[in-house]
């Protein structure tokens, strides 16, 4: 095996150990192998350098008992997680690439060819190569506590690259394979529990996690003996293959329009897989594993990672968490579709009783219904026991006086978007509320401290801006107004932990971040078509992102008076940069909500009473110049928020359009995109990031 440990100064080597075991039934010992990096399961077990050595060795010790059967399983609560990632970002030679590309496969193979029956007892989360390691085994158990179970390699800009591609179609059939490896990594990395990888056939048996490893070892000894019989599904290599392959390529090419390299060729990869030839599948996963290492995209997709697992958890410039009090009640002005929601994240991640109110009884009680009825949802998936649907009930409650507040730590208003309605709230609530309790606000554009200048107490109202669906972007920017105190940002970082957000500290700029990006690089977009471009040309410019939605789909999500909202609180802070476009004005005050729709032959067009409204000029620009003036704008505006120190670094502008937008990893967000592109220096005259950071070593 190539030494290249020296590429991973700071691996946490995971250790395999390997113990000879007697077990009644089985003629010969069992190897088991177990692997364990020597921490709990808070810092789950990878496969570097030292991780692969140390598996190799066990192998070797396990062999060369000649036992009768080889099993491995990982510490408590945690099989394996896939490849240490830490070094990737200083491999800058190509041989060191493919080292680590061959290396998995020539390590886990010894499993698959092995004369000796092999058996995976995956006792936890099995992610990435932790799930090729278990597939490299003959069988697989599985327990019914075991956590995360996924290929995640796909949402990173990768492919699972030792034996991933190949083992899995040829197991559960390519369609079942594509929906693991493709679709459910680019569906926001969706996971599999042990019950739906059983029903696919990833796993042979589910057990009881309480006895798990000695009815594992039992469900072994009945293998051998011939008593337990494990059937495996005869594949389609014919038009079922065909077929799966198109969906695959269909799913690529809608939800990255190809501007992730190593997943187009997750594809391929995919294909090859039909042949069911190892030796050509491997060499082939182990070229383009190795061309993916040395790629931009994938370093940009670590640092994404890295943001989202380490600076997301660690918020720069949040106060020190000591100094935040207890939440034990909540309350939420508004009983709406955002109030419902917030109402319903507060209560099923805070449990403590909620109270909703608004100006009349028939809204609060339609807003308690709401919130009900989701919490019935719930319990209907089976994510909620009877006696917890009935306690999360019980703590939501609506009442017309806003003197119910009276004893609520944590008081959130989402109502109308306009300032004197939020000060007119903050106002009444003040007369009932504590000095101390937090008034939170999640206005997505206004100022916190005009929102605060008229109070008794401004020092703790903050902003606490949620992305929608607040169920699922886990954005939650965390506004400091001018007078905001310490106590009360540390109580609202807090309360975003709970809450399971990921919280990043933003000054009380307007429209903050994610907003007042999407707002520049939107309003480039229908200027464009102002002058004269055609919606097609405007909307399909900044394909090559990749980005989640176009443009036009996005206004349309968003929702096109809301979008014009915090364009005017653009226009009125910064004229210069922000334009009103009284197209979309015309569009907004005609009720229109969507640029596009379809005509008879299910084809999109624009529709034709969008057309009639718009009045367009004579200047017809390029995809290529309106890209370039898109991507020109964000450069510029991002330079400007952290000249003026909006958020702490470019790294928090990443994390915010990844979170909240949902921008690519591949993309690292949106400054190593620019870097790499080349416009941050063409626009500001310099990187954002160094060079080496999201990006191959200089």
């Known amino acids: 095996m190539t030494d290249f440990a020296s590429l991973f100064p700071d691996e946490v080597v995971t250790k395999a150990y390997t113990r000879l075991v007697d077990v009644p039934g089985l003629t010969g010992k069992l190897a088991l192998i177990t692997i364990d990096n020597g921490h709990d399961h808070t810092k789950p077990s990878t496969f570097g350098p030292g991780g692969l050595s140390s598996l190799n060795a066990a192998l070797d010790e396990a062999f060369a008992a000649e036992p009768a059967a080889i099993a491995v399983t990982g510490k408590p609560f945690v099989f394996a997680v896939g490849a240490d990632l830490t070094g990737v970002g200083q491999v800058s030679q190509r041989e060191h690439a493919h080292a680590i590309a ?18 995976a007892f995956v006792n936890g989360a099995a992610l990435g190569g932790g799930l090729e390691l278990a597939l490299s085994c003959h069988y697989r158990t599985v327990a019914s506590n075991a956590g995360a179970i996924a290929f995640p390699e796909c949402y990173l800009g990768l492919f699972p690259g030792w034996g ?372 097609e040309v405007a909307d399909n410019a900044v394909e090559e992102l990749g980005l989640p939605m176009s443009p036009m789909v996005l206004l349309q999500l968003v929702g096109p008076a809301v979008a014009q909202h915090v364009n005017g609180t653009m226009h009125a802070a910064f004229p210069q940069r922000f334009g009103i476009s009284e197209n979309l004005q015309r569009f907004v005050d005609e009720g229109k909500s969507a640029v596009w729709t379809f005509d008879e032959s299910g084809n999109t067009v624009v529709d034709p009473e969008v057309a009639a409204l718009w009045k367009s000029g004579d200047k017809v620009s390029t995809s290529e110049e309106v890209r370039d003036r898109a991507l020109n704008a964000l450069a510029e505006e991002i330079q400007i928020m952290l000249d003026e120190d909006v958020v702490a670094e470019a790294q928090d502008i990443d994390l915010c359009m990844i979170l909240g937008a949902g921008w690519p990893f591949w993309l690292g967000g949106i400054t190593p995109y620019l870097d790499r592109a080349g416009v941050s220096e063409r626009v500001n005259g310099k990187r954002f990031l160094a060079p080496g950071v999201a990006s191959l070593p200089a």
């Open 102 to 119: 061959q290396t998995g496969h020539d390590v886990f193979r010894r499993l698959t060819e092995s004369t000796i029956p092999t058996f």
């Open 164 to 535: 991933g591609t190949q083992l899995l179609p040829n197991l559960i059939g390519p369609d079942a394979a594509v929906t693991v490896i493709i679709e459910n990594a680019l569906s926001q990395n969706k996971m599999l529990n042990p019950k739906k990888g059983l029903q696919l056939g990833i796993f042979d048996e589910l057990l009881e996690g309480a006895d798990f490893l000695e009815e594992s070892v039992r469900w072994l000894t009945r293998v051998l003996s011939g008593e337990k019989t494990v059937e495996r599904p005869e594949i389609d290599r014919g038009k079922g293959w065909d077929d799966a392959v198109a969906r695959a390529k269909e799913i690529v090419s809608s939800r990255t329009k190809g501007a992730s390299p190593a997943v187009t060729k997750t594809v391929e990869l995919i294909e090859l897989a039909r042949n069911n030839d190892l030796d050509a599948g491997y060499a082939a996963e182990t070229e383009a594993l190795t061309d993916a290492l040395m790629s931009d995209e994938l370093r940009a997709g670590l640092y994404s990672f890295d943001l989202a697992q380490k600076r997301a958890k660690k918020p720069a410039g949040a106060p020190d968490k000591q100094l935040a009090r207890k939440v034990s009640k909540v309350g939420v002005v508004g009983a709406g579709l955002m109030a419902g929601q917030l109402a319903l994240l507060f209560v099923r991640r805070l449990q403590v009783p909620v109270v909703i109110t608004d100006i009349d009884q028939e809204r609060i009680d339609k807003g308690v219904a709401y919130i009900h009825g989701e919490i019935d949802k719930l319990a209907g998936k089976g994510r909620l026991s009877p006696d917890a649907t009935n306690r999360l009930k019980a703590l939501v409650t609506g009442e017309l006086d806003k003197k119910a507040f009276a004893d609520a730590d944590f008081v959130i208003e989402a109502v109308f978007e306009e300032m004197t309605v939020k000060q007119k709230v903050f106002a009444e609530l003040e007369q009932h509320v504590s000095p101390e309790a937090i008034l939170a606000t999640n206005t997505s554009s206004l100022s916190i401290t005009e929102m605060a200048s008229k109070l008794n107490n401004p020092e703790r109202v903050v902003g606490f801006h949620f992305f929608n669906p607040v169920a699922v972007l886990p954005l939650l920017e965390i506004v400091r107004g001018e007078k905001t105190d310490d106590a009360s940002l540390a109580t609202a970082f807090g309360v975003g932990k709970q809450l399971k957000k990921s919280s990043v500290l933003v000054k009380d700029a307007p429209a903050f971040v994610v907003n007042r990006l999407l707002t520049r690089f939107m309003g480039e977009i229908i200027a464009a078509v102002d002058e004269g471009t055609p919606f």
